[in-house]
């Protein structure tokens, strides 16, 4: 058995300020519902990987079709950016706190948190300006300790090993993303 104790402090992880939403489970996640939570997750971060790959070795090939790819590319983006601020008026989104997310489970910190070994239903707001969140359910594996200090630990439950490699590749773009802004702010400095 896993050491619960782990999640999700081994392995690459990325932090960042993002909305969490968790409700507790009315009865443990059943194969057929997990297997569309699955879908529903592997298609949302299909589409976030899609739209957050940069163009690589085409700017060496092909100047002029990179431009005009990089001039759509920041249309798209304020478009997408100012349709997310509608949706994001309309719906009921928690304010942001700070996450810890890795392909065990996700850690945060907040003033109402689910209870030591309850199975809950979270929705994470993983990709800022995108008002869809990754959903999932897991097991809450925080010790008293962590609870009453204000931290959560939830290990995801069910995610297939598909749904798991594209999030480790979402949280490796993050990780690197992280890393290299670390690397100009100290090269600024």
């Known amino acids: 058995m896993e050491d619960s104790q782990s999640y999700p402090k081994e392995g690459l992880v990325f932090s ?43 700017a060496e090939e092909n100047a002029a079709v990179f431009q005009e790819i990089s001039r759509l590319d920041l249309k798209i983006n304020l478009l997408l950016e100012l349709v997310s601020q509608l949706v994001y ?25 689910p209870e030591p070994g309850q199975t809950v239903f979270m929705q994470v707001y993983i990709q800022h300006g995108t008002p869809k969140p990754l959903c999932f359910y897991g097991e809450v ?4 300790e962590e609870h009453a200090s204000g931290e959560a630990r939830v290990r995801y439950v069910g995610l ?23 690397k100009s702010v100290g090269a600024d400095a």
């Open 16 to 58: 960042d300020n993002i909305s969490v939403k968790w409700q507790v489970a009315e009865k443990s996640p059943d194969a057929e519902l997990l297997s569309l939570v699955n879908e529903s997750n592997q298609a949302f971060l299909r589409a976030v990987a899609a739209v957050s790959v940069p163009p690589g070795d085409l």
């Open 89 to 113: 008026a309309q719906l009921d989104i928690p304010e942001r706190t700070r996450a810890t997310i890795s392909s065990g489970g996700i850690q945060w910190q907040g003033e109402v948190l």
């Open 141 to 144: 594996v925080s010790t008293l």
């Open 160 to 182: 297939s090993e598909q749904t798991r490699s594209w999030l480790d590749k979402l949280i490796f773009r993050h990780h690197r993303r992280q890393v290299a802004f670390k």
